[in-house]
């Protein structure tokens, strides 16, 4: 068969092939177009949308406008006013470079501009209009106009069957332009937008100076205390020169953990005022929020990064919103770590609210979040506690304050008082000082180990002469249970813990904050003072059946469970033997076999590869998060006084005391003004 001839496309197709990568639907056109406005300088933008777009798009900007002479060059593949130079194409500031946005929409549809351009600050006379259909360029002809840019796109594929037929329902097109929309006004807090469909105005923003507020207003304000605002500059590199580029800057509202939703749909990063997706940002992101969130959770998220446009490429993509950064680790740190600390600097418990039906629907037609709660009773919403001053971001709790605020005689009664309420110490093993509650404090031996001391309470200077003090103090002499109990820390079914703070009412589910507690410790040797785990040696090895894989499994786990302080051994080819057991597990009477045989199924479940020698991260939090579910006081465990106090005092201690490893709430909060509301005594 004879070759084909080879022969130079025609314009209009070069246009619509180009097409076909830029402009896949609607929602496509509106923010070339947007952008186009932005690029304009524009500072209100209107668009208005007939039938998803389909019938009609229309966008009006107040920016410089287009110079009639120029209108011909607007519609042409490759023509923009925004790139001379290839150099320029390295260090771009502008949202369109590639000049065939308006070239690829004319050749798939009936499009018309018109423009009034603004030269040296000053209107031009007249405005002008200019039309093309399909490609076909009509004469231009005068326009009466305000300054500024109008662009019409109707007909949308109307000469690309193939494509219109991808189409979706009006309302599905539209659900894409306002989400678009959305997201560009979400970093252009200067510009007001407006957005109508067939007639209906579903968006209308005017230009604010404040950005969280512009966020708040396109999230939903029912969100606005869930969301924390922070902001990071990074350090210049070590090796960074005077010619060197300005370091990366962040400006962000991280979502409280309660408020995470199912997807990732609701991170919104934006580079250099551009929206765009990648995949390893969004990993940092889950990162910051490890053991804040359950595993199938995304936490909310705006992100807003500067960088200088030289170490980013963002032409790897026709619709620009991939990009390829030349560092791209550092970009991962950058928001891995402003976010962390953000999330630490804050108290993240959640409000539970009683009432609630009055606020029902509050969703604002604005909103694209959505508030993710149907609202009626029960709803939870969110208080910034603004100001915290404690290290840790938890608000700490009356009994806690009242505590600090103490002198030294004070604090030895309340310590003499808790070691009374203890049961008798048992013998205390030598390394035991891992535990959290009181009965264990009393046989910390290892000053090496702060971490380990039970917080107020355990690190009182409590010697006989504070405490005769403190008892003259005590009205007459009152035995020494009722004070701490005037402190309101109260069990209620053996698994809540209820006291309050400055702000009202916590309700603390005690297994989780005793498992957050555990983990934190736990962790916090391991890695932050890189210690492995105290361990106890056994009296009698604990053995059990194992198979052949099985026992090899035990020998690749071995530097974990050195890090863990596990100690095992195969006997013959059908048993391992477990002769050291980590001292937590032991004081907290965890079985031996049991937990191995758990180690071992998660081993091989390979979810998390525990054998990695290298034990990053992920490995550890998996494995002392098992330690700490185990070790940790279950539901239904009735509690002592001292116990429950010196578990609060904990919670002031820790970081990301809010929620458990797993992510589920630690405590949640009545606050004052809800119930002041809900007894109606305001
Ligand atoms: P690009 O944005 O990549 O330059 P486009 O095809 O989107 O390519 O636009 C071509 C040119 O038309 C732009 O470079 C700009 O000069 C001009 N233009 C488009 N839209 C507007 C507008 N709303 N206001 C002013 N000029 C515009
Ligand atoms: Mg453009």
Redesign the pocket.
């Known amino acids: 068969m004879a070759p084909m001839p080879i022969r130079k496309l025609p314009l209009l197709l070069i246009n619509q092939i180009a097409a076909g990568e830029v402009i896949e639907r609607p929602a496509s056109v509106v923010k ?1 177009l947007v952008e ?2 932005l ?2 300088h524009g500072t209100q933008i209107d668009i208005q949308i007939e039938e998803g777009g389909r019938q009609l798009i229309r966008i009006s ?1 107040n ?4 110079p009639e002479d120029e209108l011909p060059l ?1 519609i042409d593949a490759h ?4 790139l001379q130079t290839v150099d320029q194409l390295e260090a771009i500031n502008t949202m ?8 690829s929409i004319a050749s798939i549809s009936r499009l018309r501009i018109t423009s009034k351009a603004t030269l040296n600050g000053i209107a031009c006379e007249s405005g002008a209009m200019l039309e093309v259909h399909g490609g076909q360029i009509q004469p231009i002809t005068p326009a009466a106009c305000a300054p500024g ?1 109008t ?1 019409e796109v109707r007909d949308i594929f109307f000469n690309t069957p193939a494509r219109l037929k991808f189409m979706r329902a009006a309302s599905t097109e539209f659900g894409h332009i306002s989400s678009i929309i959305s997201q560009i006004a979400m970093v252009q807090p200067q510009v007001g937008f407006t957005l109508t469909h067939n007639g209906r105005k579903t968006l209308d923003v005017s230009p604010d100076s404040s950005h969280r507020r512009r966020c708040i207003q396109l999230l939903g304000k029912e969100l606005d205390d869930a969301m924390l605002e922070f902001e990071h500059v990074d350090p210049p590199t070590e090796n960074a020169s005077p010619n060197s580029p300005p370091p990366p800057r962040l400006w962000g509202l991280a979502g409280m953990p309660a408020v995470a939703r199912a997807t990732t749909k609701f991170q919104y990063v934006f580079i250099n005022g551009r929206p765009i997706k990648d995949r390893s940002l969004n990993h940092a992101i889950k990162e910051a929020y490890r053991g804040l969130i359950p595993h199938d959770k995304h936490p909310m998220a705006i992100l807003c990064i500067e960088i200088d446009p030289t170490t980013v490429d963002v032409n790897v993509h026709p619709t620009k919103s991939q990009v390829r950064f030349r560092e791209p680790s550092r970009m991962h740190g950058l928001i891995l770590h402003s976010l962390r600390q953000c999330l630490l600097a804050n108290d993240l418990t959640p409000q539970a609210s009683l009432g609630g039906f009055n606020r029902a629907g509050a969703m604002t037609g604005g909103g694209i979040a959505g508030s993710g709660t149907s609202g009626g009773a029960g709803k939870i919403s969110f208080s910034r506690s603004g100001g915290s001053s404690s290290s840790s971001g938890t608000s700490p709790s009356a009994f806690v304050q009242h505590f600090r605020e103490m002198d030294a005689a004070q604090k030895g009664f309340i310590y003499q008082q808790i070691k009374e309420a203890l049961p008798p110490v048992p013998p205390a093993p030598p390394e035991a000082t891992q535990g959290l509650l009181p009965q264990n404090a009393a046989q910390t031996t290892d000053p090496s180990n702060p971490e380990a001391s039970n917080g107020p309470p355990s690190e009182l200077p409590g010697g006989p002469g504070a405490w005769e003090l403190a008892q003259r103090n005590s009205p007459g002499g009152a035995p020494a249970l009722p004070i701490l109990q005037q402190y309101n820390i109260l069990q209620v079914h053996n698994s809540y813990l209820v006291t309050q703070d400055d702000q009202g009412i916590l309700i603390i589910d005690h297994h989780a904050l005793h498992e957050r507690v555990m983990f934190e410790q736990l962790r916090n040797r391991i890695l932050g003072q890189n210690k492995n785990l105290e361990s106890q040696r056994l009296l009698m090895p604990a053995t059990m059946p194992a198979s052949p894989g099985r026992l090899d499994l035990a020998e690749q786990l071995g530097p974990l469970f050195e890090r863990i302080g596990i100690e095992a051994q195969p006997i013959g080819k059908e048993s391992l033997a477990i002769h050291a057991f980590p001292t937590l597990l032991f004081d907290r009477k965890v079985d031996p076999i049991t937990f191995m045989e758990e180690l071992l199924d998660e081993a091989e479940d390979g979810k998390v590869d525990l054998t990695n020698p290298n034990l990053d991260e992920a490995v550890l939090h998996k494995v002392l998060d098992m330690m700490a579910c185990k070790a940790a006081v279950k539901g239904g465990d009735a509690m002592t006084q001292a116990e429950l106090a010196a578990l609060l005092a904990k919670r002031d201690e820790i970081e990301r005391s809010s929620n458990c490893p797993h992510g589920r709430p630690t405590s949640l909060r009545l606050s004052l003004a809800d119930l002041e509301k809900q007894f109606m005594r305001t």
Do not use: Y
């Open positions: 070339e186009n406005s690029d304009a900007d920016g410089t406008g287009i607007a023509a923009t006013s925004k369109g470079f590639r000049g065939e946005a308006i070239a840019t662009l």
